[in-house]
């Protein structure tokens, strides 16, 4: 098979489940269609409003229609899901309605049985309606095949004010001819979105739209929204405002409108199987950046055309890595995990080049893409090293993309988690500091350096652990987490300024990176909290959660010192960070849920499998590396055990299938452990890489054989259980013999 035919979008595509234990979900993923890092992802909703940041659940067997843009994988209630279209028979309805209550509005019932998720293609049948959808999509511009019943009222009709995470506030739209619509919806904080408007996610979205039937008989419906109500998640939601959006005045025949809740329809009769299409370009510049990107990517109506374009896309980039053995379970987990690792950052400036930069005013790029939804403290443990192999232009890409907005922003400092030019103080640490020093350590250099040096300065000193040497304000104060974060990216500043012969501030920043030790209490022998004036703060227990620990314990966060392995031993000894480390192995329930010890639905302990390694100890990083890809990865909707966040949870996979890992993206390694396949090749891009192919060889590899005997690098013996970038860059062949024991 093809690696392209590997792919299931619906890998992770639940949100919540009835119940379930989980804290935060499941994967969130999206199962529509998208390219390769693209402006848009063309993806069926089933549900606006609550942490459902992907607008969709495979537990759901409603639908609400189609939009254009979706995050993949976030909590805190999601953003985007614009446009959003729905293929409907019968009397008009303007209000979405209910679950319970499908035929309150225009939602309609659906049977999964009926669907189909494909990379770059995605269809399913609205039972209530008797209509077939089909979607795909291009880099700037989706396309919809719609096959309807024969019937005297068919309709495709557009929701412009729906929002996943609320509403847009305002919108426009105008009839420019028989077949075509433009127009545009403002989405500020005000209207929920990320962080129900508390991630100050604020963006206009254009868009030119054409049908294939005439629009003979259209409409726009009004609903009269108060000023004065709240129009957040939650708001938009309640049963006052979806009945006002049920009694909006629906006006035929209009052909321009403005307001603050509008929908637009067109009207045809369609004969049995007719199929009726709708092709939209989307920009978050302009109409005319819209129409732009519609005109270049697709300027015919040939859906199967579009449809083969975006499966090529996916082949090349899939191709970056080829592997061989497993069984056909893991062959789908890995090549969706690595579908799911280049959704983003993706693109938000047009064909053109032109993007709003974080001035809010619109800037042209010529010599790079313009890309966004950098979930800083998620991806630099996984998802960027990932690219650094594989994508390293994206890299770039993205370094000057986060250099663009520290300076047209005024801030002069790396966002943590960024998305569509918004701060939006999601999370924590310097994330954009430690990609940018592992991408510079690597060779990925076009970008303007000093730029980057003195972003990278400044944000560790806008966010650090201070003159007390630990972050004694935080969540609960005392924050463990923003301690050893801070800690860690000082580390990488010192290695960025080593490398550009700064030496004067090297030693200053590697002193800074020892402020893990602050927080070091012998008494309760871990790390714990700390106020201002020195004092410990409430122990509770290593496995309690908060305790200044962000989204996880002390027990989890504790071993986040990857710049110091040897430090973190000397702390807590030898023998004893070996039954501890074992412990939180041996703790974790087998089905990887979120839990209180090696919790892999959330991003801190992500480096922990591989701490064996640094103590003499790989085998036990070759056991439970293997677990941890059998069970809290697998094919289907509950195919993740924990949110997506953007790629790392698929990015973790993807490496750790190959056989290696990094433990601290910025020193330029990565730990050797099993992989889940017998070989696997790496393509090696040829304007950064000096080497063709990396190839990594498990020789009697199986579900048993999940230890390491023996290894050589090139034909030469290898002892060590890391390697390093230039290695696998310059080419060559890392060979491992597998057996069913360990090799203590």
């Not at 640490?429 to 400044?458: E, H």
Request: charged fraction near 20%; include cysteine.
């Amino acid at each position: 098979m093809n690696p392209v035919d590997h792919v299931n979008p619906l890998i992770g595509a639940v949100a919540y489940a009835e119940g379930s234990a989980d804290a935060h979900g499941f994967g969130k993923t999206f199962p529509g269609t998208a390219t390769p890092f693209g402006l848009v992802q063309l993806s069926p909703d089933t549900i606006t409003g609550g942490d459902n940041s992907s607008g969709y659940s495979f537990v759901h067997d409603t639908l609400e229609g189609f939009s254009f843009a979706h995050l993949s994988g976030t909590g805190w209630y999601g953003d985007l899901g614009n446009f959003l279209v729905t293929p409907t028979v019968g009397a008009l309805h303007t209000a979405r309605g209910t679950p319970d209550d499908p035929d309150g509005g225009y939602r309609s019932r659906i049977s999964h049985d009926t669907e189909v998720a494909q990379a770059g293609y995605y269809a399913i049948t609205l039972d209530d309606y008797g209509v077939r959808a089909e979607l795909t999509a291009s880099p700037r511009a989706g396309m919809m095949r719609f096959t309807f019943p024969a019937h005297s009222q068919s309709r495709i009709q557009i929701d412009l004010a729906r929002r996943i995470g609320g509403t847009s506030t305002e919108q426009y739209v105008r009839v420019v001819d028989e077949h075509t619509i433009c127009g545009w919806m403002r989405c500020p904080p005000e209207g929920g979105g990320f962080g129900n408007g508390a991630g100050g996610v604020d963006y206009t979205l254009h868009f030119y739209c054409q049908f294939s039937k005439p629009l003979a008989r259209h409409g726009v419906w009004r609903a009269e929204i108060p000023k004065d109500w709240a129009r957040g998640n939650f708001d938009v939601s309640g049963e006052a405002y979806q009945r006002a959006v049920a009694e909006a005045q629906v006006v035929y025949g209009e052909r321009e409108a403005r307001g603050r809740h509008l929908g637009f329809f067109s009207e045809f009769a369609t004969a049995e199987d007719e199929q009726v299409q709708l092709k939209c370009g989307i920009s978050f510049v302009s109409i005319d950046g819209a129409k732009a990107n519609l005109e270049h990517d697709i300027p015919h109506w040939d859906f199967d055309a579009v449809r083969a374009a975006a499966r090529s896309a996916w082949e090349r980039a899939l191709s970056a890595v080829g592997v061989e053995g497993g069984s056909d379970d893991e062959k789908e987990t890995f090549y969706t995990a690595l579908y799911h690792s280049m959704i983003d950052p993706r693109c938000v400036s047009d064909v053109t080049g032109d993007y709003v930069g974080a001035d809010g005013q619109v800037h042209r790029s010529t010599d790079f893409t313009y890309r966004s939804v950098f979930s800083g403290w998620d991806v630099y443990r996984s998802q960027f090293p990932l690219q650094t192999l594989i994508n390293p232009s994206m890299v770039d890409d993205e370094i000057n993309s986060l250099l663009q907005i520290a300076e047209l922003g005024g801030r002069g400092y790396l966002p943590r988690w960024e998305m569509l030019n918004a701060y939006t103080g999601s999370m924590l640490g310097n994330p954009g500091v430690v990609v940018i020093t592992d991408a510079y350590r690597k060779g990925i250099r076009n970008y303007d350096v000093d730029k980057a040096f003195d972003c990278c300065k400044q944000s560790v000193e806008t966010f650090g652990n201070g003159e007390l040497g630990y972050a004694a304000k935080g969540i609960g104060k005392g924050c463990i987490s923003e301690t050893l974060e801070y800690a860690y990216s000082d580390w990488c500043f010192a290695r960025l300024a080593e490398a550009l012969g700064k030496t004067e501030l090297v030693a200053d920043y590697d002193e800074r990176s020892k402020a893990y030790r602050n927080i070091w209490n012998d008494e309760v022998h871990w790390f714990r909290a700390r106020d201002e004036a020195g004092d410990w703060l409430e122990w509770k227990g290593k496995t309690v959660h908060g305790q200044g620990c962000r989204e996880s314990n002390p027990y989890q966060q504790g071993w986040f010192v990857p710049h110091d392995i040897p430090g973190l031993v000397e702390l807590m000894g030898e023998e004893s960070f070996l039954e501890e480390l074992t412990a939180l192995f041996e703790n974790t329930p087998a089905d990887f849920l979120w839990n209180d010890y090696y919790n892999h639905p959330n991003e801190p302990v992500h480096n922990t499998v591989f701490l064996f390694n640094a103590i003499g100890k790989p085998w036990l990083t070759q056991k439970w590396s293997r677990r941890i890809c059998a069970k809290a990865y697998g094919p289907g909707p509950f195919g993740l055990c924990g949110n997506e966040d953007v790629g790392q949870m698929s990015a973790w996979y993807v490496l750790a299938a190959m056989g290696i890992h990094p433990v601290c993206p910025g020193d330029g390694t990565y730990q050797i452990t099993s992989p889940v396949f017998e070989r696997i090749e790496i393509a090696l891009d040829s304007e950064y890489h000096s080497g063709k192919t990396f190839t990594i060889l498990a020789r009697d590899n199986s579900a048993e054989n999940i230890y390491i005997q023996a290894m050589t690098l090139n034909g030469e013996p290898l002892t060590r259980f890391w390697l390093s970038h230039e290695e696998i860059t310059a080419g060559g062949i890392l060979e491992l013999k597998m057996g069913a024991a360990p090799r203590t």
